[in-house]
């Protein structure tokens, strides 16, 4: 078995594609490398996954349609794709918004196009957001839940990736999943995300900010639980009866909603050190509370997580101590 997996030097997409080439299975990672964050960082990720033989790399951008569609072209025996590239990040869409609408939409629309291509698919699996619920407070979140209204251009993005999915079950049938990935976390994470920053900040001794006064709660969900959930449901592909499109959605979550506050004490805990705290106002496109409703997931291909924020969190920095030097 052959899988395609986009973003591949990423947080997600190393975790995926070394757990896929420890159980045995042929990867072609792609990524663009771009300096969103430390190129150092997904080069270190890289070095590890092209120890095996069972991987081979191909820098290129997904929304490049000459470069995929060749990959695919020189790639027939691909089975599976696992479609984890993206412009991440809430806060930077304020910033950079066509960014998130080159990787995000035509990034996802270039390798629908170039999966049409591949006579021998059998699933296409993609990570979608717990930010399409928008600032929904109504909790846990259901994939039944409306989510047409998102409070950020990354949101939105990410939405407009699952109608795409959908139309292209439809009109090709093509089997599509799309998992709602909900505050991810742990060893070789991103530096922008909270969990790193505070890391950074409470070591040099330098106020944390925390938005909305300290009045947030997240679903904070374990890396590993996160990529035992996206192999399970990769080996699960929709069956399609000729009438509904071959497309699900799923929310991939830790079922559990924690104080921010409850987790900042826990990193500080980890560190043996007292934070420093700098409340500040709610951002713009940022949302109150996540809670992720797994039934489905649980009930159609086993999903449970196992990992809790202090045992998450502590494996965090033994990595963080390790990678850094510190």
Known sequence: MTVLVTGAAGFIGFHTSLALLEAGRQVIGVDN???????????????????HDGFTFE?????????????VKNH???????HMAAQPGVRYSLINPHAYTHSNVEGHLVLLEAARGLENLNHFVYASSSSVYGGSDKVPFSTDDPTDTPVSLYA???KSMEMMSHAYAHLFRLPLTGLRFFTVYGPWGRPDMAYYIFANKILAGEPIPVFNNGEMRRDFTYIDDIVAGVLAC???PPVDDGTTPPNRIYNIGNNRCENLTDFIAVIEEALDKKAIID???????DVRETFADIDSSRRDFGFEPKTGIK???ARFVDWYREYHGV
């Open 33 to 51: 490398l771009n300096d969103y964050y430390d190129v150092a960082l997904k080069q270190a990720r890289l070095d590890i996954l092209n120890a």
């Open 59 to 71: 820098r290129l951008d997904i929304a490049d349609r000459g470069a995929m569609q060749a990959l």
């Open 76 to 82: 027939p025996g691909i089975t599976r794709i696992v």
């Open 156 to 158: 939105a993005t990410k």
């Open 234 to 236: 990769l080996d699960k």
């Open 279 to 285: 409340f500040q106002p709610m951002q713009p496109g």
């Open 311 to 313: 045992e998450g969190i």
